[in-house]
């Protein structure tokens, strides 16, 4: 506990900030779930026949797992990309079934009696409504609130992986760092934050029970004030790219937070330009499709990944080939491949140390006699890739008694070290190889493309700004497989702040 306060404490500001960005994504979008989920439940109780179509929809949503969502989003226009936009629309969809099941229900629960006395009276079936049957129903309706802003602050948390902020940041990048105290950073104050809003919302349920007709007005101006908050922030990456923020991406690993950030850092001390950071993203293809539609400005890709993840390419082992190809297939769609920086991360098979000694274990092919009493770990993108395992696996001969484990990149090393399992594929760059003790097996069939780390940018971006280019163009050549190695020790190993890392890396590289 002493390690995570002491982490609260160094990083109270952007603490701050990613909390306030999750109560802004929870609460708007469950307010705007309120404003369409409740009529939809009057209209549902009063025509269940025509409604039921769309409660069947609503609960399909239901069943779409929260990443698969965003995923799914991606491509969209206007609702769609990177950022707070996405994560808005799949939490309101989230929020939208229980608000209108207990809608519903609260409705239907009234006694036929007094709706019978109201009409008697001469209520219109509107002033029926207003009057008496929603103060009726409303405790039941804010208990469905309750269940939604609740299931909204954890999903809040996955939004981080498409670039919407929040405490699920933290989470990633402790992921990503294998670091328990970051995690927690995240963690802790999410699972504070959903206690907070059960009770809260537990508390206005008892009051507008009290005073139904003065807590129905007071909550309608909250929620106009809420709304109008969260327009403002789904609207603020337009404004940041609007008012020359230059918006950086990475994926999901450590070497790419490093390198993400080293590209930030690099336009903020050389050009002036404010940066917006779109860290921890996910995989090759979000980033890549965040590119494409302007989400993000720059990233770092590595030429063998996207000669066979992006383009779909055939292998090749030719340096200088695979840029060239790749470079002139970025520029048919917009894009520029900048001169490397001067590493090549390419896939690493890896065991342990004492095993690479005690058998003597030093080709992959060495590695392919034992894999029939092995077991195997790989992270997700190499499972799938054209460059990944189903090729590995011919070209080697390797013959696993069961499927191999799929798992996140960075644990895998944990779990090789651990016995979990006993061969992967990681980066050759990656601190925990020297930090657990794990052994990289000599690719002696020259499998693996060349993976040069460059930086691919927007055209466009660049034109506007050839001030980037510049200044990105200055790091070819000066970031060497030590350097990168060194870099991904200190976070992965040292658990040291990255930000800093990269800072003393460019203070010595000046």
Request: overall charge positive; aromatic content about 6%; charged content about 20%.
């Amino acid at each position: 506990m002493r390690h995570l306060f002491s982490f609260w404490i160094a990083h109270r500001t952007e603490l701050a900030s990613l909390f306030g960005q999750h109560v802004l994504l929870v609460a708007g979008s469950t307010l705007v779930a309120v404003a369409l989920g409740v009529p939809l439940g009057i209209f549902s109780a009063r025509r269940p026949r025509l409604a039921s179509p769309l409660i069947a929809v609503a609960s399909i949503v239901q069943t779409i797992p929260s990443l698969a969502m965003f995923g799914f989003l991606l491509p969209v226009p206007f609702i769609g990309g990177v950022g707070a936009r996405a994560a808005l629309v799949v939490l309101i969809l989230y929020g939208l079934l229980p608000i209108v099941r207990t809608t519903i229900a609260g409705l239907r629960g009234i006694d036929a009696s007094i709706r019978e006395a109201g009409v008697a009276m001469g209520m219109t079936p509107r002033e029926l409504l207003r009057q008496v049957e929603l103060p009726l129903a409303l405790p039941s309706i804010v208990a469905g609130v309750r269940v939604a802003a609740v299931v909204g602050v954890g999903s809040a948390t996955i939004a981080a992986a498409i670039g919407a902020g929040g405490l699920g940041e933290y989470i990633y990048r402790g992921l990503s760092m294998v670091d328990t105290t970051v995690i927690l950073a995240g963690a802790v104050p999410a699972a504070v934050l959903a206690l907070i809003v059960d009770a809260a919302l537990l508390w206005l349920e008892k009051q507008l029970s009290a005073r139904r007709r003065s807590g129905s007005r007071r909550a309608a101006v909250t929620v106009a004030a809420v709304v109008a908050a969260v327009v403002m922030l789904s609207s603020a990456a337009a404004a940041r790219k609007a008012s020359g923020a230059i918006v950086v991406g990475s994926k999901n690993f450590t070497e790419q937070l490093v390198l993400g950030e080293l590209l930030a850092q690099t336009i903020e001390r050389d050009t002036g330009l404010p940066v917006d950071r779109r860290l921890n993203l996910g995989g090759t293809l979000i980033c890549d499709r965040a590119l494409m539609t302007g989400d993000i400005d720059v990233y770092v890709e590595y030429t063998g990944t996207a000669l066979t993840a992006v383009f779909h390419q055939p292998v090749s082992s030719d340096s200088s080939a695979v840029f060239d190809t790749v470079r002139t297939l970025y520029a048919k769609t917009g894009r520029t491949l900048l001169p490397p920086l001067g590493f090549n991360n390419t896939f690493a098979i890896l065991v342990r140390g004492n095993d690479a000694r005690s058998r003597g274990l030093r080709t992959i092919d060495d590695a392919a006699r034992e894999s029939p009493h092995w077991r195997a770990g790989f992270g997700y993108e190499f499972v799938e890739r054209p460059d990944g395992y189903p090729g590995l696996a011919k070209t080697y001969g390797l013959r696993f008694p069961d499927p191999p484990r799929v798992m996140d990149l960075t644990l895998s090393y944990r779990a090789l070290a651990a016995g979990q399992v006993d061969l992967i594929a990681g980066d050759a760059t990656a601190g925990l190889i020297m930090g657990l003790d794990l052994f990289q097996l000599e690719d002696n069939r020259h499998y693996f493309p060349p993976y040069d780390a460059t930086a691919v940018a927007r055209a466009a971006t660049l034109l506007r700004y050839p001030q980037v280019r510049t200044a990105l163009e200055r790091l070819s050549g000066h970031v060497s497989a030590a350097d990168m190695r060194a870099m991904n020790y200190a976070a992965d190993v040292e658990h040291r702040d990255v930000p800093v890392i990269v800072r003393e890396f460019l203070a010595r590289t000046r």
